[in-house]
Structure formats: C-alpha cells, structure tokens
C-alpha cells in the first residue's frame, strides 16, 4: 500500500477487504460445502488463518461479557468480586491474530448454533477456568441456566431454552489413579507411605462412558504431571493390563504411555462427527521462585513477545519452563489423529498481568498456598480461549463465515 494514503482511509480499506473477503468466501462455500469434511486436524478457521498467532492490543473500549455475580464462578478466580487491583484496564486488551479477525462470541448467536448438543471439557482445573468462562458467558443469553451434574461431571450448567449442556469432568490424568497405602508384606521397601497406581490403559471413570452424550469434547491433562503433586514419598507407580510396568517409569514417560492409550480410546470410542479437541497447556507465571517460594504474579501489562522464551523457553530452566516441554509430548502424540489441537498456551503466555495472584478471596490463603500464578482471574483470559472455541465449533458444525 501506498505510504502517500491519508490514513483516514485505513479503517474502510480494511473493511472493504474483510467484507470482500467474507462475500467471496460464503459464495466459495456454497459450492464446495457439500463435500467437505467436518473432521480437521488444522488448527486455522474460515479463511486459513491461524488464530493461535499474533499479539495483545488494547482497546479501552472492550468490557467483559458478564461480572461478580455469574453463578457459576469459582470464589478463588472471581477477581471482581476479590477486589483484584486493575481489573478494567487487564481487560481491556484484545486478541488479534495475525493477518485476521477473531470474532468474539455472541452467545445469542453461539447457543443457537449448539441447539440440542451438548459439550464437555474433560481433565484437569486449568479446563475448569475453562468451563466456567464459557458458562458465564452463555448464561447472558439463557438466564434459565441450571446446574448440572450428571454421568459422572464434576460440575456443569445446563441451559433451558436451547436445550444445551455445558460440562466438566474432573480426570486430572485422564487415566484411572488411585491411592494404594503401604502393605507391610510387599510393596516397596524405600520409605514411602505407599503410592497411586496408575491405570495407563484404562480411563478415569469420571469420563469413560460418556461416549453418545457429547457432541463436543475439550480434553487437556498436563498440570498434575509433577513432582509437587506426586512427590517422591507417595509417587505414581503406572501399571499396564493390570500389572506394574517394568522396569517402573519416571513422570514424563508414564505422561506418555498414557497419551497414547487415553488418545486410542478417544478415537475408538467417540464417532467420527464427535468434534474433539484437546488444548495445550497453560503457562504459570511465577516470578522470583515457584509457588511454595513466594513466587509472584504482580504485574500490570502483559509480556512484551521478546520475553517470552526467556520465561518459558525450557533451555532457560526457568521456573515457568515446563509448559513448552508438556505441550512438545502431547503435540507428538496427537499427530495423525483427528483431535484438533487448541494452542491457546502461547497466547497465554503474554498475560503475566492476568492472574489472581494475592487476590483470592481469602486471607490466609497466599500463606499457604501461595500466590495463584496460574489459574486466570475471570472475566479475563479463558473468555478469549472461549472466542477461539466457539469459532472452531462453529466451523466444525459447518457454518460458514463469521460467527
Ligand atoms: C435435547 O437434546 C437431546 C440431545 O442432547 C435430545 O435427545 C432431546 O430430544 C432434546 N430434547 C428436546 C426437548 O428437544
Ligand atoms: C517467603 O517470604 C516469607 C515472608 O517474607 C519468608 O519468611 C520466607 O522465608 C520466604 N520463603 C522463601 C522460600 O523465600
Ligand atoms: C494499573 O495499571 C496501570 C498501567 O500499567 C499502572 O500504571 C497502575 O499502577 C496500575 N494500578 C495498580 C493499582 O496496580
């Protein structure tokens, strides 16, 4: 484009290409629509971009979907309600992908779309954040919304007037674990108060039979795959067709043959028209020390995009590193799978400033547990993963164009 243009005119240019852009596409579809296949493992949407690459923008302009007084919150993450210093301004930046357009989702428009379906996120809290975004924003077009807990979910709403249920099932390793105490005759002879046996080729029963329910399903596992959660006194001991593996695995490639089991499972037991994602990790940010050492998340504005690798980047042995390293297995895993992957860890990477951090409702929680540097403050950042979703459930019912 010309330098000379006066830049009054950039908006329309801009327009008028999104609006040509949008025709041709919708009259492309008309003819091609019939033989494509609603089963994609691409992660790009209407028009071959790739929403999981670009950059924060502000935009003052831009408020949240719904408030404090969402039923469905979680205290820990009700930022508002918890006084989180800053909340407008943490909300007020915008996700724009390179080179496109994310709409936002209008739930008037989105529970339509679903009417009669049903969707699930299955796996640790971090889907959980998830699932309670997603809830509060679909509640301000059905004010009916119910909660629901059925067939083994943890929580979940359903919402009357288009007969939709919105769910999560709680399967912190997807696979079935369980607590075994130590036995005085057997087991092991090192100290330990007894370990969790891991079932690597069999489901957690809080999803194994949800199959037929669900015409939606957002898998994610990784949070728990450490040694703060399974330390060395009472470790993760994996067992394959009822028998301990040996010799015994170590944490990340036991994460591993439980990929590649509970993923099998997937694409056996949910049909082909199910549409199946599994999103990526979700980054920490904890600075100056990890969560049990004071480790922090005060910040005002997001990341500069030339921070990034030194927080996250494993190579620099951060605290924040294992993210990345999780999400290169899982990705591995998922290849030549039709599970479409939701890569919402890099762009989460840039919100260091949208934590609960101190703000968790309760006094002496930062003392014990320390700050929450890793669920995300609501409203905040899972309303953008919910845009990108409900984009790529949109496209993948085969709607065409923007949401
Ligand atoms: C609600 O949706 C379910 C599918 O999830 C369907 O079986 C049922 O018939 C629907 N109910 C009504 C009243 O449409
Ligand atoms: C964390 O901060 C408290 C209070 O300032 C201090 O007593 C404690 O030693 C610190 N812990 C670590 C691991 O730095
Ligand atoms: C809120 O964010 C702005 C912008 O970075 C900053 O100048 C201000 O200090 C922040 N306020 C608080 C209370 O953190």
């Not at 696979?175 to 079932?199: C, H, L, M, N, T």
């Not at 060395?232 to 990340?252: D, M, R, S, T």
């Amino acid at each position: 484009m010309s330098p000379k243009l006066p830049s009054h005119l950039f908006p329309w240019l801009i327009l008028l290409t999104f609006a040509s852009l949008c025709f041709f596409y919708s009259f492309l579809s008309l003819n091609t629509f019939s033989s494509s296949s609603s089963s994609s493992s691409s992660p790009t949407s209407y028009y071959n971009c790739n929403l999981f690459r670009g950059q924060w923008v502000l935009d003052p302009d831009r408020t949240p979907l719904y408030d404090q007084t969402c039923p469905f919150h979680r205290n820990a993450w009700n930022c508002l309600r918890n006084d989180r210093q800053n909340m407008s301004f943490i909300n007020s930046w915008k996700w724009v992908p390179h080179n496109c357009h994310l709409p936002r989702i209008d739930p008037f428009r989105f529970l339509p779309l679903v009417r009669n379906r049903n969707i699930a996120f299955v796996g640790d809290s971090l889907n959980e954040n998830f699932l309670v975004s997603f809830l509060c924003i679909l509640r301000v077009a059905d004010h009916g919304a119910k909660r629901w807990k059925k067939k083994g979910a943890w929580r979940g709403a359903y919402f009357p007037n288009f007969n939709v249920t919105v769910a999560y099932h709680r399967a912190v390793l997807l696979s079935k674990y369980q607590w075994q105490p130590k036995q005085s005759e057997a087991g092991i002879q090192d100290g330990s108060e007894g370990f969790y046996r891991v079932d690597v080729d069999v489901p957690a029963d809080e999803w194994a039979k949800i199959a037929g329910f669900y015409d939606v399903l957002v898998f994610n596992t990784g949070h728990w795959w450490n040694n703060d959660k399974f330390p060395k006194e009472k470790p993760l001991v994996f067992y394959k067709a009822g028998q301990p593996i040996i010799p015994p695995l170590g944490v990340l490639d036991g994460l591993k043959v439980v990929l590649t089991h509970m993923i099998t499972y997937i694409q056996k037991e949910f049909p082909g028209k199910t549409l199946k994602f599994w999103r990526l990790q979700s980054p920490r940010h904890f600075y100056g020390g990890d969560w049990n050492q004071n480790g922090s998340c005060l910040f005002n504005t997001p990341l500069e995009e030339n921070e990034l690798d030194l927080w996250f980047e494993p190579r620099n042995n951060g605290v924040n590193k294992e993210a990345r390293r999780l999400n290169f297995v899982i990705e591995e895993a998922l290849q030549r799978t039709d599970i479409q992957v939701l890569d919402l860890s890099h762009l989460s990477e840039f919100r260091a400033d949208a934590h609960p951090a101190i703000w968790l409702g309760r006094k002496d929680a930062v003392a014990i547990w320390g700050q929450d540097c890793m669920h995300w403050c609501l409203p905040g950042v899972p309303d953008t993963w919910v845009d990108i979703l409900s984009q790529l459930i949109h496209d993948g019912f085969g709607g065409t164009g923007k949401l």
